[in-house]
């Protein structure tokens, strides 16, 4: 029994061996992880039964008398003759591995091979193996559909298991059943249900080293793409791309990193830094035919490079194009010292990440047009505004020129320096309260000559002269309140400006004590036009519109109205004005 149990112990050895070499086939590595696919089912079924008719023609004869023969390769062998071998141990391991198709398969494949080689005899040995992988791939099952494999002891038991239902077919059908088993039980039951634990942990090992190995890279590739996100998205200047460079450096194995537009170096980190100078025009040849063809280099040279400086210490490269649009906008360049640094990990890593920092430049150039095209549609809207204010004051003046020459003179010219100012800061979507209550007097003053005494207009400002809002903004919420609120009523009409502040908001209130806005219009009001006899609320629309476009919905227009009057409120982020700065700078 004890040179049974060392023959045995070599045979499976033999099959632990070529589960080490067939783990470290990244294919085969594939093919279990797509068990459910059945190309996949099937090259399995085709390396497992190969694995257990291995296992046959490695066994060890044992004569009617319990003599011992091991031959290198046993092809044939007596109808009297037994085999001991790892053959259950290949059909458990099959379905574990791939599941109760793939167990069966070789089972089969393995019981009919077993009694090929016994000359047609023993014909039970398919019916015995068949269980076997029929039962493990069951087993099997219940693991893989949770993404897992039986860890090394229950491996072992399922090993002893299965052995156990070989030696009870042996027990019963096989001729010298009793003395058989006597033999081979031990042997058998330990070394092939050791012989699955392992074969399961090797398996089970590589699998999971390689998930957690690739579960680090992609957390620091999603770590490092964070992080660079802000500068590549900014646009590729020196500033940015020296940031994005160290920090690339940070989260990989490269010496150097570099990063250029498609004529200049804006950033190199690592060594060769003393003549990879930002600025400066790209140097190396490696780096010109990147720009100049759009596809990815690689050196493993100095030669290859082409760094016409004689001390550059940089020996390997990959330098991958970045393209924003169809068109090569700069390079990612990743370098190495040691030639035998640059692996194939290491190229497809820089691939990945070229690919990343592209998409980051593209998205900063899409938000950069976006914002642009915004601006253009705000600024639309403002231009909306002047023209109405500036036709109400020509008429208003056009009209005092009959009665009061000096009068409608005055009001020109203050008309004339309101435009001028307003002509400056139409560059700028925010002015300060100083110059919006500066638009705000100039139509007031303009009002207030068509309609002496019919008005009055008072401001309460609690906050400083230079917080920003949008211009025009308390502007047309007092020309909306003088027009529309009061009705017929010539006298006593109130108007009031409130402005308060928060450490985070700046709230603008117009207040009126008119007649109120009617319940069917309020909820149109300042969101598309309003048909009436007095306007269309066009002012209100496109108020609306710039506070939205600039802030978001949370600065919308709020109304409020009773039959005592109106109030008209918004509230947007605090900005400030330094006290230096002026539209006239």
């Known amino acids: ?108 494949v393995a019981g009919i091979h077993r009694v090929i080689q016994g000359n ?212 990612l360049k990743m370098y190495f010292t040691n030639p035998k640094d640059l692996t194939p990990v290491e190229e497809q890593l820089a691939t990945g990440l070229a690919s990343i920092f592209s998409s980051q430049l593209a998205l900063g150039m899409a938000e950069e047009q976006s914002k642009l095209v915004k601006d253009a549609e705000i600024k639309s809207l403002q231009a909306q505004v002047n023209p109405h204010f500036f036709f109400n004051a020509i008429n208003t003046i056009s009209a005092l020129m009959r009665t009061d020459a000096d009068k409608a003179r005055t009001l020109l010219l203050q008309l004339s320096t309101y435009f001028r100012t307003n002509l400056q800061g139409a560059r700028e979507t925010e002015i300060s309260l100083q110059q919006e209550r500066e638009h705000v007097n100039a139509y007031l003053s303009l009002e207030q000559t068509r309609f002496p005494d019919k008005y009055t207009v008072g401001f309460d400002v609690e906050t400083s002269e230079n917080v920003l809002l949008p211009p025009f903004t308390i502007q047309v919420l007092v020309e909306n309140a003088m027009r529309h609120a009061f009705g017929n009523r010539r006298h006593d009409n109130h108007v009031w400006v409130l402005v308060s502040e928060t450490k985070t908001h700046i709230q ?18 300042g969101k598309q036009v309003v048909a009436s006899a007095n306007g269309s609320g066009t002012a209100l629309e496109n108020l609306n519109a710039r506070l939205t476009g600039l802030y978001g919905q949370e600065s919308r227009l709020h109304f409020d109205t009773s039959a005592a009057g109106t109030t008209v409120s918004l509230l947007i982020p605090r900005k400030e004005r330094v006290q230096n700065e002026s539209l006239n700078r």
């Open 1 to 108: 029994m004890l040179t049974l149990f060392l023959l045995m112990m070599q045979r499976v050895g033999l099959i632990i061996i070529l589960a080490f070499v067939l783990v470290n086939v990244s294919y085969f590595r594939r093919l279990v992880k797509e068990h459910d696919n059945w190309t996949a089912t099937g090259i399995l079924i085709l390396i497992f039964a190969a694995f257990a008719v291995i296992s046959n023609l490695t066994g060890v004869e044992i004569t009617p008398h319990n003599n011992l023969i091991s031959s290198t390769w046993l092809t044939g062998l007596p109808a009297t003759d037994s085999i001991a071998n790892t053959r259950t141990l290949a059909i458990t391991v099959s379905g574990l591995v791939g599941g109760p198709v793939v167990g069966t398969a070789v089972g089969l």
């Open 120 to 331: 047609g005899s023993d014909l039970f040995y398919i019916a015995s193996s068949v269980i076997v992988g029929l039962l493990s791939g069951m087993i099997g099952r219940k693991y893989l559909d949770k993404n897992q494999y039986p860890g090394m002891a229950i491996a072992a038991l399922i090993g002893l298991g299965m052995e156990a239902v070989q030696m009870a077919f042996i027990f019963i059908f096989s001729t010298p059943g009793f003395e058989l088993v006597q033999l081979i039980f031990f042997p058998m039951m330990i070394l092939n249900s050791a012989g699955t634990a392992i074969f399961m942990s090797v398996i089970s090992a590589y699998i999971h080293q390689e998930e957690q190995l690739r579960a680090v890279q992609t957390h620091d590739v999603l770590e490092l793409a964070d992080r660079t996100l802000p500068f590549f998205s900014s646009g590729l200047s020196e500033t940015n791309a020296q940031q994005a460079a160290v920090i690339i450096r940070e989260y990989t194995n490269f010496d150097a990193i570099g990063i250029t537009d498609a004529s200049d170096v804006l950033a190199h980190v690592g060594p060769g830094s003393d003549h990879h100078i930002p600025e400066k025009e790209v140097m190396t040849d490696l780096s010109k035919r990147v720009i100049a063809t759009g596809q990815m280099r690689i050196a493993h040279s100095k030669a290859e490079i082409g760094c016409p400086h004689p001390g550059c210490p940089l020996a390997a490269a990959v330098v991958i194009p970045l393209i924003v649009q169809g068109h090569v906008v700069g390079t």
């Open 508 to 525: 603008v209130a117009v207040k009126d004590d008119g007649l109120g806005i009617d319940e069917g219009v309020l909820p149109q009001l």
